[in-house]
């Protein structure tokens, strides 16, 4: 463990870490409520957080005097990229590819075709966890374009195709 923030002796004391210029105590310390807040949260700044409170002439109790807290900082999807694997002409196969770089958790995405035809996919054609897309025996109909969604808690960002038969 790292300490981070401390008030002792009447003082409150920011260590050199990289939250230093973001992190600080919530409230006066004399509140008696000892939260912290951390400005400008990063994916790195996920982790385990412990509190120790120790009061002068008090029995140290390592059960008692201990918080413990599990932050997960969320992130939004990159823009994901829209691929097309394989050629577009009658009666082929082709698989439509989105991927994103970015996101936490993992998104998980959403292909459409979108409107004068509106087409929503499902299982098996759709694998939402990989971002595939796969469609079969082509026509001049499926022609158009398809738009995938990738998306998680934090947010969701698009990419579109066009597909020519």
């Known amino acids: 463990p790292v ?6 002796g009447g003082k409150v004391k920011v ?4 939250l230093k210029p973001r992190i600080g105590f919530l409230y006066d310390i004399f509140s008696h409520n000892i939260s912290v807040f951390i400005n400008a949260t ?11 409170v ?14 413990v807290i599990n932050l997960t900082v969320l992130v939004p999807p990159a823009v994901p990229t829209c691929r097309l694997h394989g050629s577009a002409v009658v009666g082929a196969n082709v698989t439509l590819i989105c991927s994103s770089n970015k996101g936490k958790p993992s998104p998980m995405y959403q292909w ?3 409107p004068p035809t509106l087409q929503v996919f499902f299982p098996p054609a759709q694998d939402r966890a990989r971002g ?9 109909e499926m022609s158009g374009v ?4 990738a998306e998680n808690q934090a947010g969701s960002k698009n990419c579109s195709i066009v597909l020519e038969v």
């Open 3 to 8: 300490q981070i923030l401390s008030y002792l």
């Open 15 to 18: 260590e050199e870490t990289e």
């Open 42 to 52: 990063r994916e790195q700044d996920s982790g385990q957080y412990m509190c120790s």
């Open 54 to 67: 120790n009061v002068e002439d008090d029995t140290i109790r390592l059960d008692k005097n201990i918080g």
């Open 112 to 114: 459409q075709r979108e």
């Open 132 to 140: 595939t897309l796969k469609l079969t025996n082509l026509t001049l």
């Open 146 to 149: 398809y738009v995938c969604r």
